[in-house]
């Protein structure tokens, strides 16, 4: 296991950043980025964060800020992003029995719509094609995909390109990438795809050891909207957050949530929404007068 506790410390916080806990992965190439991890890993690690840290809540650490709580040393904070089913079915039980507390963050249109993110289609259809070559569509280029080496490549080059061209919408790209390769039916694999239900989310939001945040509505780079498609996007997963746990939702965190994905901008749009804190996914610890809509995470892989 990587030493993922040495960034604990006593000037400051650490918050973890997960997005599934899966029992076991059967595929090639599906989940080569560890995006799911497997839940004795899980276990371990939040056995080990627990015996060498003290874990706080989300809450806790916008509290901190405001001097109304005291940060122990060694803090450190558990989220999740995207609001997969694993994270109720696997990810909360164990996070009970270790009694850490943790925050999901809820891209709403998962669960409204069990719907699979960009990247995970166009990762299904790397997984499940036939086809050794293909040509993109609109392009001559061809693209050979017969080796697990070449497929796990072209994903790695189709996230640089889709998540740094604010002019490609990606789900779009995803649909046409996927008749390229032939693939136009979803058999969604239950343990990397399936969302949480509302049900679920509620119950989560019920229990006072977890929080639930927004995650946008689309999953799409908060960055690259403009003013009225980003208060949509803010607006619509709030409202509806709002409407299913019958309460104001105050946490958010970035889809991507690199330095490409959030600006003065976006910051602002999430204030005036009533947001009063949202982490990245840029790499790093925190310390306790850090900008809450600046945090830095660490990527438990
Ligand atoms: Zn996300």
Known sequence: MINYTKY???????????????????????????????ADYFTKFIQKASQEGNPVSMPEIVAAST??????????????????????SIAAPILRSFNVPATFYITTDFIVSNAMSWIDMIEYAVENTDKRHF????????IEIGSKKQKIDLLEEI????KNDHKIDPIE???????????????PDPSLDLKMTWEQVFELHNDPLFTIGGHTHTHRNMAFLDLKELREEISVSLELLKENLKCKIEHYSYPEGLSNCYSDNVIDELKKQGIICCPTAELGTNSKNDDLFRLKRIPVV
């Open 8 to 38: 604990l410390n006593d000037n400051g916080f650490v918050i973890y950043l997960f997005h599934g806990v899966i029992q076991n992965n059967p595929y090639k190439v599906r989940n080569y980025n560890l995006k799911h991890i497997n």
């Open 135 to 142: 040509n993109l569509a609109g392009t001559n280029n061809l």
């Open 67 to 88: 001097g109304k709580f005291e940060m122990p040393e060694k803090a450190f904070a558990v989220t999740f992003d995207d609001g997969f089913a694993n994270n109720y």
């Open 159 to 162: 996230r640089q390109i889709v």
């Open 173 to 187: 790209f995803a649909s046409n990438f996927c008749s390229s390769l032939g693939i136009s039916d979803f058999n």
